[in-house]
């Protein structure tokens, strides 16, 4: 369970001259490595995350093998398409994908 220190709110105009260790995005990275230390090698791991995780260093991370995250995007960031060296903005890419699936959740 995470909150925020109460001490640190209504400091965002200060978040760009921080490195990511020092900001509250750093948990993603943290928990991520985490996860992957405690896991056996053979299951897969599915890190979900919030548009917070939608940075460079969390993004640029290694990731062991059948470690996979699933980011709400924030940035329409370029991206590489699958089958070339060409590059497009992710809202573009992700439209041009056919879904794999669709689960419902009644809760």
């Known amino acids: 369970m995470w909150a925020r220190d109460i001490s640190?709110?209504?400091k965002k105009h200060s978040r760009h001259k921080k490195e990511t260790k020092d900001k509250e995005s750093q948990r993603w990275l943290d928990v991520?490595?985490?996860?992957?230390a405690v896991m056996p090698s053979d299951v897969t791991?599915?890190?979900?995350?919030?548009?917070e995780a939608d940075?460079?260093?969390f993004l640029a991370m290694k990731r062991r093998?059948?470690?996979e995250v699933l980011i709400r995007a924030y940035q329409?960031?370029?991206?590489?398409?699958?089958d070339s060296d060409e590059v497009e903005k992710l809202s573009l890419a992700i439209r041009q994908i056919a879904?794999?699936?669709?689960?419902?959740i009644e809760l």
């Open 65 to 67: 093998e059948r470690s």
């Open 8 to 10: 640190t709110i209504d």
């Open 99 to 104: 879904p794999v699936g669709k689960l419902s």
């Open 55 to 57: 940075i460079y260093d």
């Open 45 to 51: 791991i599915v890190t979900v995350a919030d548009c």
């Open 76 to 82: 329409n960031r370029s991206v590489h398409t699958v």
């Open 32 to 36: 991520l490595l985490a996860t992957e």
